[in-house]
């Protein structure tokens, strides 16, 4: 099995640069991994000390954060590596402050893997909820080096728990010791005889907890927003802008404003949208020529401020689960205690049926449904205050997983 892992892989990285012409994102990977080892070389002396950070993408370094900035705290005179495989998630964090240095993971060879851990060395290495390269962790294991798995969660149809699953079942014995979000993944990884687990639960909760901790004023959002109840639609997909477009053309109350922050901002998404709203609308990129006050919907053809804007939001909608791309962060507007929208494709994501169990999520599958619970929330303040409180409740009552964590390292 292993010997067709490895071919595997260097048809992998073969298919890769013959797509890269004609796909941005892959191009960015495979044009990035080139200069991975170039720039360690640049960046680290023999004599460092370094620690390892590893992410499948941006989700994964936000959900590991809180646990990356206690071990920055602790270990001020050591080098930082932090490696994602995706380009999304390298091209918004390759300046992140609490790191020495961001790259690529390179392809998972053996070659690779020798090469990267004589030039990192890692005193200890930390992957981040899954993503696990069994030639990089075999020669984590051969070279005695410290490793652990933070907020893993496991389902009994992955390839671990298979009998075929043999190459990826002996990687996970790379690591000194597994942090689970839950006790169900906690039995699978049991029953293969991995035996140093720990349910830690989800360090995710922490890292949203810490926004209630920093300013999320945004002047040109309270501007826009007046005393006016206002709906944050959150990484929505064209999915799940259809729902919002359709609701705000037929439905909507002019007293109530929406903004929207779709997870592809480029123009031709962005202009789409815009040119489908019957009512005024506003980018974020020309917010300075408008008047933001009369306008009903503004647009956010911008990064990296909606957790802040979810702070505004007296109703949340999350997207992705309206399709097939995977539900986005619903923990980021439940710390602000708002109720929550979903769509129906939700079944990977625990905290979401946690969220609709408790009474402060809603999941629809198609724009009736829609629209009778938006309009419900939106008309019963008491119903909208209730479940954004059982939202603000559930986080606060699954915090401190960096906590336990950080006491296994006695840090």
Same mark, same amino acid.
């Given at each position: 099995?292993?010997?067709?892992?490895?071919?595997?892989?260097?048809?992998?990285?073969?298919?890769?640069?013959?797509?890269?012409? @004609?796909? +941005?994102k892959i191009k960015s990977g495979v044009l990035g991994r080139q200069n991975t080892f170039k720039i360690l070389r640049e960046n680290l002396m023999p004599q460092d000390k370094t620690l390892w950070f590893h992410c499948a993408s941006l989700g994964e370094y936000e959900q590991g954060l809180p646990v990356f900035k206690a071990l920055r705290e602790q270990f001020k005179t050591h080098k930082i590596v932090l490696s994602f495989f995706s380009p999304s998630g390298y091209e918004i964090r390759k300046n992140s402050p609490i790191t020495d240095v961001v790259i690529y993971l390179p392809l998972d060879t053996r070659a690779n893997a020798k090469r990267f851990l004589d030039l990192v060395n890692p005193e200890l290495t930390v992957f981040v909820?899954?993503?696990?390269?069994?030639?990089?962790?075999?020669?984590?294991?051969?070279?005695?080096?410290?490793?652990?798995?933070?907020?893993?969660?496991?389902?009994?149809? *992955?390839?671990?728990?298979?009998?075929?699953?043999?190459?990826?079942?002996?990687?996970?014995? #790379?690591? &000194?010791? =597994?942090?689970? *979000?839950?006790?169900?993944?906690?039995?699978?990884?049991?029953?293969?005889?991995?035996?140093?687990?720990?349910?830690?639960? $989800?360090?995710?909760?922490?890292?949203?907890?810490?926004?209630?901790?920093?300013?999320?004023?945004? $002047?040109?959002?309270?501007?826009?927003?007046?005393?006016?109840?206002?709906?944050?639609?959150?990484?929505?997909?064209? +999915?799940?802008?259809?729902?919002?477009?359709?609701?705000?053309?037929?439905?909507?109350?002019? $007293?109530?404003?929406?903004?929207?922050?779709?997870?592809? =901002?480029?123009?031709? *998404?962005?202009?789409?949208?815009?040119?489908?709203?019957?009512? &005024?609308?506003?980018?974020?990129?020309?917010?300075?020529?408008?008047?933001?006050?009369?306008?009903?919907? @503004?647009?956010?053809?911008?990064?990296?401020?909606?957790?802040? =804007?979810?702070?505004? #939001?007296?109703?949340?909608?999350?997207?992705?689960?309206?399709?097939?791309?995977?539900?986005?962060?619903?923990?980021?507007?439940?710390?602000?205690?708002?109720?929550?929208?979903?769509?129906?494709?939700? +079944?990977?994501?625990?905290?979401?049926?946690?969220?609709?169990?408790?009474?402060?999520?809603?999941?629809?599958?198609? *724009?009736?449904?829609?629209?009778?619970?938006?309009?419900?929330?939106?008309?019963?303040?008491?119903?909208?205050?209730?479940?954004?409180?059982?939202?603000?409740?559930?986080? &606060?009552?699954?915090?401190?997983?960096?906590?336990? =964590?950080?006491?296994?390292?006695?840090?």
């Open positions: 099995m292993g010997f067709i892992y490895n071919i595997g892989m260097h048809l992998a990285h073969f298919g890769l640069k013959c797509a890269s012409p @004609f796909n +941005e909820k899954y993503d696990i390269w069994p030639n990089f962790l075999n020669e984590v294991k051969r070279r005695n080096l410290k490793a652990i798995l933070i907020s893993a969660a496991f389902r009994e149809n *992955q390839s671990f728990f298979k009998f075929y699953g043999n190459q990826l079942r002996n990687a996970l014995f #790379a690591f &000194e010791h =597994i942090f689970t *979000q839950n006790n169900t993944s906690k039995k699978l990884l049991e029953s293969i005889n991995y035996n140093k687990v720990t349910v830690s639960g $989800d360090t995710r909760f922490d890292r949203v907890s810490s926004q209630l901790t920093i300013d999320n004023t945004l $002047d040109f959002i309270e501007t826009f927003k007046q005393d006016k109840l206002c709906v944050v639609a959150g990484s929505s997909w064209p +999915e799940d802008e259809s729902l919002l477009i359709n609701f705000i053309n037929s439905e909507a109350s002019k $007293d109530v404003k929406f903004i929207i922050a779709p997870h592809n =901002i480029k123009p031709t *998404q962005i202009k789409n949208i815009q040119e489908k709203l019957t009512v &005024e609308s506003v980018l974020f990129s020309e917010k300075s020529n408008k008047n933001l006050e009369t306008t009903q919907v @503004f647009i956010i053809d911008t990064i990296g401020i909606l957790s802040k =804007i979810y702070s505004y #939001a007296d109703i949340a909608y999350v997207g992705g689960a309206m399709g097939t791309t995977g539900l986005h962060n619903t923990l980021e507007p439940a710390v602000f205690g708002v109720p929550i929208i979903i769509g129906c494709h939700h +079944e990977k994501f625990p905290e979401a049926q946690d969220m609709i169990d408790r009474g402060g999520m809603f999941s629809i599958s198609n *724009q009736k449904e829609f629209n009778r619970i938006l309009s419900e929330l939106i008309q019963n303040n008491q119903k909208r205050l209730l479940a954004g409180k059982n939202n603000l409740e559930y986080i &606060e009552t699954n915090k401190g997983a960096v906590n336990k =964590i950080l006491a296994h390292l006695n840090l």
